[in-house]
């Protein structure tokens, strides 16, 4: 009995001693961190996506406290996140961030296209990319539809409908790691809120993109002509549209003959 | 007499028989042809005529950008149709000089005039093989002016002729080699003038005796010059292969074979040199075999650059079966076709034509890698193709690099003795693809901040 009696009291004193070293220890050692610091943590997003540009949640947080990052730096965030982290850092967010998406600049799907060859091989953009001609589509600038972006995305936004990628855009948050990932260079960032969008990345000259793809802006300028805002400029026989200036008009995309201009 | 190879290799059925005793026919073509601005490696040439332009066959039409670049000349005379963009054989949309033959071929001035090598210097040697545009025949397009001015000539002592031909199919090397082995010897003759300290090798297959008997003929009484019998196993020609099989030396894959005291030339472009220095012949026709089990009258032919891949299948015969792949260039290392209607380029040799594509197979037998180390053994240039392969799957890439992924010749050996049938050498030109990219980007990201680093300063 005295046995158990004096194992419980050994045990009592080393875990109090114990205890009161730990104690001592924190106090002693403490690593100072901002509150705000970890305030902030917890208004981001958590999914360590990388897209601002820092290693991870953690690195963005330290880096807006320490004022490296702006306070709406946080692109899948957006301008719900900056107001919150504006609060806690006792600024204001300044201009409201708009929400922003991904856009696939290519519509050539497997009906519209046509295509070059069958193709055996590493189901991947980048290999398709070695053919000739490169992918199985007949036209080298368009969507090779194995699905870089699909695979690199984690936010489930994109995916490849009929062969060409599309994107969600409900899910996406623009973080921008499909843009990086395709190979192809036809994915872009955009804002949300303009509905019109050029479809087509080709910059072969109309003849030909006629005859390969029923898709494809043929560069025929109509656009360019109709925008009164002067938004769309046309370079290497593509249209692209400037929407800093776009206000959505939607004429564009009426005189479009090749239907490239579109709602999205 | 001594049979010379390397370690590794493979030995893939040789199909040589369907083309290998036909002589070579010369082909004159018709309708337009068409000249790439980039058959070589290096910048792309600049056109020097506009379209309606009179041309006559040899006239030079592109002149060389640079020291390492090459002239483009017109294989025939007519019309400059165009200056366009067109789909090249390599499935690229390049640069291309369109010119509407007249079917005459009537030859520049001066063409064909016979020329003493031993009354010229090395420099002016060397500027008529750059006039010619003469570049690697067999099939890396290499501009020979650039492989014949090494820094240190006398320090040559091996000019390697290749006419080891080891990829399955093609024989138009070898029937040269029969039907015309003094353009070869006189080519090696004047590089030999160039290197006065180098002796030449002829390096062939055993599986071409004719060949071999033919330029051991036309070598007698040269004291300079040998023929070297190689066991038939492929890469055999492969510049770093051949160089060990020949020489001994063993090439690191930043070397150029004159740091080792070597000239490797195919024999197709020896004969380019003959004729370019000798001849006063610019480059405008070269050896082509257009072969496989889907084409009609396999044969050899001695063809214009610039003819359209179509024109010299139908002077084959055309197909006499549904082919399921062409493919431009041999088996192992060539490309698979997707257009005909595609110009011969300088350093393009074959068009295969097959009723059966293994790869389609091979696709559908595919399984894990059971780490066999099969294509260890057979890897030309010594690397563990089943690691690249876990690393290039993982995106790996450092790893990758680490264990010498970027010396991958891309010869498809490994691939080939595959039992677990996996796509080894597409993954690798892929990955080398990636991080070559993913370098000159991080590349041209540092020179942009310095720059923006200089600015600042400026300011």
């Keep these: 009995m005295t046995m158990v009696i004096s194992t419980v009291i050994v045990l009592a004193v080393v875990g109090l001693l114990m205890g009161l070293l730990l104690v001592f220890a924190s106090e002693t050692f403490k690593v100072e961190v901002d509150p705000r610091e970890t305030a902030v943590r917890e208004c981001l997003p958590g999914n360590n996506c990388g897209a601002c540009g820092f290693a991870g949640c953690d690195a963005m947080a330290a880096a807006i406290v320490k004022g490296e990052a702006p306070v709406n730096g946080c692109p899948v965030g957006g301008a719900p996140v900056g107001d919150k982290i504006a609060e806690v850092m006792g600024v204001t967010a300044g201009e409201g961030q708009e929400k922003r998406v991904a856009f696939v600049r290519c519509a050539g799907t497997c009906d519209v296209t046509k295509n070059n060859c069958n193709y055996i091989g590493i189901e991947t953009c980048e290999a398709a990319m070695t053919l000739p001609g490169k992918g199985v589509k007949a036209c080298t600038y368009g969507c090779l539809g194995y699905g870089s972006c699909t695979a690199v995305c984690p936010f489930d936004a994109i995916h490849v409908v009929n062969g060409a990628a599309r994107v969600d855009r409900s899910k996406c948050v623009a973080c921008g790691k499909c843009v990086a990932a395709c190979p192809q260079k036809l994915i872009e960032i955009v804002p949300d809120r303009a509905p019109y969008a050029v479809q087509c990345s080709s910059r072969e000259k109309g003849p030909f993109v006629r005859k390969i793809c029923d898709a494809g802006c043929i560069g025929c300028g109509l656009c360019v002509r109709q925008c009164e805002q002067g938004a769309i400029t046309l370079s290497g026989n593509l249209a692209h549209i400037d929407y800093s200036k776009c206000v959505s008009c939607g004429k564009c995309a009426e005189k479009c003959p090749a239907k490239v201009i579109r709602m999205r | ?459």
């Design chain 2, 1 to 459: 007499m001594r049979k010379k190879s390397f370690r590794g290799g493979v030995h893939p059925a040789g199909m040589k028989e369907l083309s290998e005793g036909k002589p070579i026919q010369f082909h004159q073509a018709k309708g337009e042809m068409v000249f790439p601005l980039s058959q070589h490696i290096g910048k792309p040439a600049i056109p020097v005529v506009k379209k309606n332009d009179p041309v006559l066959a040899g006239q030079v039409i592109a002149k060389a950008d640079g020291f390492v670049s090459a002239n483009i000349i017109s294989s025939c005379s007519g019309k400059v149709k165009s200056i366009e963009s067109r789909m090249t054989s390599a499935g690229v949309i390049a640069q291309c000089i369109v010119i509407d033959n007249d079917g005459a071929y009537t030859l520049m001035d001066g063409i064909g005039r016979e020329c003493d090598y031993t009354q010229l210097t090395s420099a002016e040697i060397v500027e008529k093989v750059r006039a010619a545009g003469v570049v690697g025949l067999g099939g890396a397009g290499f501009p020979t002016h650039v492989k014949l001015s090494p820094p240190h000539p006398e320090e040559i002592d091996y000019v390697i002729a290749n006419g080891a031909e080891c990829e399955p199919y093609i024989t138009c090397d070898d029937r040269l080699m029969q039907e015309q082995p003094g353009w070869i010897i006189g080519g090696l003759r004047v590089l030999l003038h160039l290197f006065p300290n180098a002796r030449a090798v002829i390096a062939i297959e055993d599986n071409k005796p004719r060949a071999v008997a033919a330029m051991e003929q036309a070598i007698a009484g040269e004291d300079r010059m040998e023929v070297m019998l190689l066991k038939t196993k492929f890469p055999q020609g492969g510049e770093r292969n051949l160089v060990h099989a020949v020489t001994g030396r063993k090439m690191a894959s930043t070397d150029l074979p004159a740091n080792l005291g070597c000239i490797v030339d195919n024999v197709t472009t020896l004969a380019a040199v003959y004729r370019a220095v000798c001849l006063s012949e610019p480059l405008m026709e070269k050896g082509f075999t257009v072969t496989g089990d889907a084409v009609a009258e396999p044969g050899n032919f001695l063809v214009k650059i610039g003819t359209s891949f179509a024109e010299i299948l139908e002077a084959a015969g055309g197909l006499k079966a549904e082919p399921r792949k062409v493919i431009i260039g041999g088996p192992m290392m060539g490309m698979a076709a997707t257009d005909l209607n595609v110009p011969i380029a300088k350093s393009y040799n074959a068009l295969v034509c097959l009723t059966e594509d293994p790869v389609e197979k091979a696709e559908q037998q595919m399984t894990h890698c059971i780490r066999c180390g099969r294509c260890a053994r057979a890897c030309p240039v010594g690397l563990v193709p089943q690691m690249l392969n876990l690393y290039a799957e993982r995106k790996d890439y450092d790893r990758y690099v680490k264990l010498h992924g970027l010396d991958c010749l891309g010869c498809g050996t490994c691939a080939f003795v595959c039992p677990a049938k996996r796509p080894l050498t597409q993954l690798f030109k892929m990955t080398k693809g990636v991080i070559l990219r993913n370098r000159a980007a991080e590349a041209a990201k540092a020179k942009e901040k310095e720059e923006k680093a200089k600015e600042a300063v400026r300011v």
